[in-house]
């Protein structure tokens, strides 16, 4: 290993990390007393991500509140009226940065017994796959633990959505943790990392397509734009999000309007200068379950930071 990258987390890299995590397990479990049945997912997205800067953070991504058979990438949009539904299955994943230090983690809420099971399957596979992690170990073989405890259970993993590395202000750092057993991937978990464990469990066929709606969106490359409020909105987003993923609500005091603020985001998408996040739905439309903790993987310990 080139010298140097062993001591990559500084004690003061070490704390910021911790705190972080401390107050996305905070606000995970404000979260959980706030979701009901017949609250708005809007309400829920501001206050949650409200509650993460009065706690001392900032959002690393908007709050996703992803119901049912939308397995992610849904958050709030702008004007969106809609509730959270009787008997749903609801998931809500939030993101914490300091300094660009980040902790993600992720609850599901089952407000319908039939789904207890499941949700009892991903939890206890995120359980199996933290008590294994640690320097050395192949991601395949935490994809593995992940896929049988699910199975186990008489459910499919979500083989298309996977756990990932950390880096400062950089959410999906270049290393995946498969949830199922990939033969494929030679990686292993490092010393000195950060990576968020992510099982995803549903009843249906067990892997996602991308919807229509993008209510997410992060910076690409920095672009030349000739339109004045696409270079207001690329000014602001680098100031603000610094590459880390946002939402199109965060813009409205750029454009209020949301049909003309969707048409200059598409326009960048095409332009290359962003990159967008569709809701991502369940191949066979069946419900989606999904548990994730950040861990801090050092030499003599593993810390779970968002426990
Ligand atoms: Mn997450
Ligand atoms: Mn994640």
């Known amino acids: 290993m080139p010298l140097g990258l062993e001591s990559m987390l500084t004690d003061e890299i070490i704390e910021k990390y911790l705190k972080a995590g401390k107050i996305a397990s905070k606000v995970r479990k ?8 017949g609250i708005r997912i809007y309400d829920l997205c501001e206050s949650i991500e409200k509650k993460i800067v009065e706690e001392g953070g900032l959002p690393a991504f908007p ?7 939308i397995a992610a990438h849904y958050t709030a949009f702008l004007g969106d009226t809609s509730i959270i539904p009787d008997k749903s299955l609801v998931k809500v994943d939030i993101g914490v940065h300091i300094d660009g230090y980040i902790a993600d983690t992720a609850v599901t809420i089952s407000f319908n017994p039939k789904f207890e099971d499941l949700n009892i399957a991903v939890e206890t596979a995120l359980e199996r796959a ?3 992690i640690r320097p050395g170990v192949k991601v395949s073989k935490i994809g593995e633990i992940i896929e049988n405890t699910i199975k186990a259970y008489g459910y499919k993993p979500i083989r298309n959505l996977s756990g990932h590395s950390i880096e400062r202000y950089n ?7 498969p949830n199922v057993k990939d033969i494929f991937s030679l990686d292993r978990i490092k010393v000195n990392r950060v990576y968020a464990i992510e ?7 067990g892997y996602v397509v991308g919807g229509k709606e993008t209510y997410i969106y992060s910076l690409k490359k920095e672009g030349k734009m000739k339109n004045e409020e696409s270079r207001r909105i690329i000014k602001e987003i680098k100031k603000k999000y610094n590459g880390l993923p946002f939402a199109e609500r965060w813009l409205k005091n750029i454009i209020s309007e949301r049909s003309k603020l969707i048409r200059v985001l598409k326009n960048l998408v095409k332009n290359k200068v962003l990159n967008c996040y569709p809701v991502l739905v369940e191949a066979s439309t069946n419900p989606v379950a999904q548990f994730e903790h950040t861990v801090l993987v050092l030499e003599k310990e593993v810390i779970i930071t968002t426990l």
């Open 171 to 177: 959410l999906h750092s270049g290393t995946s943790i």
């Open 130 to 132: 933290l008590e294994f």
């Open 30 to 37: 404000y979260a959980l007393k706030m979701v009901k049945p």
């Open 63 to 69: 709050c996703n509140v992803s119901i049912n058979e």
């Open 199 to 205: 099982p995803f469990a549903t009843s249906g066929i």
